[in-house]
């Protein structure tokens, strides 16, 4: 039924580079199992209904996913195949060109968890098949990765619908070990109870699907502490390496500033704010505020707990952490250099047009 509805719906544009993955895989013995007409279709009409344009193919073969995802995506995205075999990611470069997707796609090799930390900006939608059973060791960062709002499709959840209905039993466990129906149940359930992500699965053909929630909004009250995205003593003296850093851990240390003074910018009610350490301790962290709701990579959240998260987390580590909070007033980047932060100017990039994407991503509530 699934491919007489696939057929129905225009029939699978991309059934030779399907066939080309099946033989592949029959002649290499390796994990290269395609996701199959229905799955990408259904796939490309989540990309075409989020407009995705900005997409990530864990685990992309031959490439079959990558050319349904760009196809769906049209003719601005560019989508990202990662793929841990040199072989199966120099085969899809060629296979790419000669579909006339050369434009559309490119390629990394490397495993996704190796791949996606070296990644910049933040994705529209992810699709993952680099995992079966185990809750994949990538997930976090991938998330990371995704805007809010963002969608990641995932294959591989018949597995989900085969240990709850206690199928197909023997036949996982060749490539999963034994155990696998619980493993993935515990991905499931992981994925469920998750607070920065809804997940959906559908049965057929069989498709899991998590949204990425909006960013922290005013009544979101436990805003997360700067520190917690400290960068390494590497990212301090490497602006280039901070800059490679996903948009939040980027936007809450090293360019908190930034992002405040752009969030002013749009809203003249707010100030900027600096919450400065005494000498000899580390812990600035700069935000905007109204005086009751203050702004920062959390999204909006109120000043008083926003203080009090980087107050605690700072004299957890040390207990007698004292600081200031320093107004700015007058010329900014006089504020930024006064404060020990760089002015914008000195970032790799345009770092205002970063920081406004950002704020677009996160603010649907201000
Ligand atoms: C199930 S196949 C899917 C192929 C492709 N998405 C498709 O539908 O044709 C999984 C692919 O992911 C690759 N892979 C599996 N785990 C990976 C990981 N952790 N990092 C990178 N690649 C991985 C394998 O080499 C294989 O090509």
Redesign the pocket.
């Given at each position: 039924m699934n491919d007489q509805l696939l057929d129905l719906a225009g029939g699978d544009r991309f059934a030779d580079?399907?066939q080309l993955?099946s033989e592949h895989q029959k002649d290499h013995g390796?994990?290269?199992?395609?996701?199959?007409g229905p799955?990408?279709s259904t796939v490309a009409g989540i990309v075409r209904s989020a407009r995705a344009q900005r997409i990530l193919?864990?685990?992309?073969?031959?490439?079959?996913?990558?050319l349904w995802l760009a196809d769906a995506a049209g003719p601005a995205c560019h989508v990202t195949g990662?793929?841990?075999?040199p072989d199966?990611t120099q085969d899809a470069t060629l296979i790419a060109a000669q579909q006339g997707f050369a434009d559309r796609i490119s390629y990394l090799t490397?495993?996704?968890?190796?791949?996606l930390p070296t990644l910049t900006g933040t994705y529209d939608l992810i699709?993952d098949?680099?995992?079966?059973a185990d809750k994949?060791?990538?997930l976090d960062t991938a998330l990371d990765l995704l805007r809010d709002g963002g969608t990641m499709t995932m294959?591989?959840w018949f597995l989900l619908f085969d240990a709850l209905t206690q199928s197909q039993q023997e036949k996982w466990e060749s490539f999963a070990a034994s155990g696998w129906q619980q493993r993935t149940v515990d991905y499931a359930e992981h994925l469920a109870t998750r607070s920065d992500i809804a997940v959906h699965w559908i049965t057929s053909p069989p498709v899991g699907i998590a949204t990425k929630l909006d960013g922290p909004s005013v009544d979101l009250g436990s805003p997360m502490a700067a520190t917690s995205f400290r960068r390494t003593p590497e990212q301090v003296a490497d602006v280039v390496l901070a800059w490679q850093r996903p948009d939040r851990p980027f936007f809450a240390a090293g360019a908190c500033h930034i992002l405040a003074r752009q969030f002013t910018r749009r809203h003249p009610d707010f100030t900027i704010v600096a919450i400065r350490p005494k000498p000899g301790w580390s812990g600035n962290h700069v935000f905007a505020t109204n005086g009751t709701q203050a702004f920062d990579f959390n999204g909006m959240s109120s000043e008083a707990d926003l203080i009090r998260a980087n107050v605690e987390a700072s004299r957890a580590e040390s207990p007698d952490w004292e600081f200031e909070l320093i107004p700015a007033t007058g010329e900014f980047d006089a504020f930024c250099r006064s404060i020990n932060c760089r002015t914008a100017s000195l970032y790799p990039g345009d770092v205002e047009a970063r920081a406004d994407n950002f704020i677009n991503s996160i603010t649907s509530a201000v």
């Open positions: 580079v399907r993955s390796c994990g290269l199992h395609n996701a199959g799955v990408m193919d864990l685990g992309s073969g031959l490439g079959y996913s990558t990662i793929d841990a075999d199966h490397g495993t996704v968890a190796d791949v699709h098949d680099a995992w079966f994949p060791d990538h294959a591989s």
